[in-house]
């Protein structure tokens, strides 16, 4: 079945009408491409289930990316340094061009940004949960930059090779940026891991706080992730959920070991058997109740975000009006040199 996008199926247009066996023909050779690993661009056909799954997941990304900006928004003013605050503002700013390619590399299928920012804001569609969370402390920053960019990362370079070409593409240089992110959040943590004993605690504290919090962003285990197998045959997923998470699990220990803090799992050791590191066991509750709306923050960063979107009318107002009298500039002059000519 077709996640819900919450956006209806277009009505296929009466040239678009296909004789039996067509779909069938135009299905296989569309699974064809993806098996050869070749790209699939935006006027090339593809099945409606795609291209809603694509909505979905590029949606959610593109709007998770935007309400992003606002836990570290957060500090921008508070940062302990100018060279700090110029390093945060690049970042949150980052996150909303990330925003805007995703929204961008969304419209190629067929919907408007402006129907996603409603179909966020009427609770429709959702955004990564991890933002539902507070930022207590300046060594959150450097948390979310470490441990919430580092699970994004790790989700999304498989995504740079996803078979639907506009995602795939936005995902390199999003990628490029996020490992800035990941530096820069690492760096904030290994300094104050370095500081007085009072910063070091409070660099503990944040990697307590996100340490389960990034884990869950790789989303359910296996057996319950619902989406999975069909976006693995469609080339839009290229690693299971748990892979991820264990692969996260494995770059992230040893760098806390560097940093000197601990992760707050009694269970995490080395398995030779495995090959990788052991974790404890995830309170899959507590992300249900944050997916539903029950988070630490859900109320206040979709409250912020509306205000923000209402509060920004007047300039969208302004550039259309703009844009309008632009193109009429254009019409009288055309028409002038018509006549002159
Ligand atoms: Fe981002
Ligand atoms: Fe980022």
Redesign the pocket.
């Given at each position: 079945m077709p996640a819900d996008t919450g956006i209806e199926g277009r009505d296929q247009a009466p040239s678009e009408v296909r004789v039996a066996g067509e779909v069938e023909e135009l299905e296989r050779r569309f699974q064809e491409l993806v098996d050869a690993d070749q790209r699939i661009e935006p006027r090339d056909w593809m099945p409606e289930g795609y291209r809603r799954t694509l909505i979905r997941q590029i949606a959610q990304h593109a709007h998770s990316?935007i309400i992003?900006m606002q836990p570290e928004g957060n500090w921008i003013t508070r940062a302990p340094s100018l060279k700090r605050k110029a390093i945060l503002l690049a970042?949150v700013q980052?996150?909303g061009g990330?925003g805007i390619y995703l929204y961008s590399a969304a419209e190629t299928l067929g919907v408007s940004r402006d129907e996603l920012v409603d179909l966020l804001h009427s609770g429709r569609q959702k955004y990564s949960s991890i933002f539902n969370y507070p930022t207590l402390t300046w060594a959150d920053v450097g948390a979310i930059?470490w441990l919430?960019?580092g699970a994004?990362?790790t989700n999304q370079i498989p995504l740079c090779r996803c078979s639907y070409g506009p995602y795939g593409r936005a995902m390199v240089r999003?990628c490029k940026?996020?490992s800035?992110?990941?530096r820069q959040g690492y760096d904030i943590l290994y300094t104050l891991a370095r500081g007085t004993p009072r910063q070091r605690e409070m660099a503990q504290d944040a990697v307590n706080r996100w340490w389960w919090p990034s884990l869950m962003m790789f989303g359910p285990p296996d057996e319950a992730s619902q989406h999975s197998a069909q976006s693995m045959a469609w080339g839009i997923k290229r690693h299971s959920n748990d892979e991820l998470r264990q692969r996260f699990v494995d770059v992230t220990v040893p760098q806390a070991e560097v940093l000197g803090l601990s992760l707050p799992d009694p269970e995490i050791r080395w398995n030779e058997d495995r090959g990788h590191y052991d974790f404890g066991p995830i309170d899959w509750d507590e992300l249900r109740r944050v997916v539903s709306g029950d988070g630490p923050c859900n109320r206040q960063r979709m409250a912020h975000k509306v205000a923000a979107h209402e509060n920004g009318r007047w300039v969208r107002e302004a550039a259309l009006a703009y844009e309008a009298k632009l193109e009429a500039g254009y019409k009288r002059g055309a028409r002038a040199s018509g006549r002159a000519a």
């Open positions: 990316e992003g970042k980052d996150e990330h930059g919430v960019d994004a990362i999003i940026e996020e800035f992110h990941q």
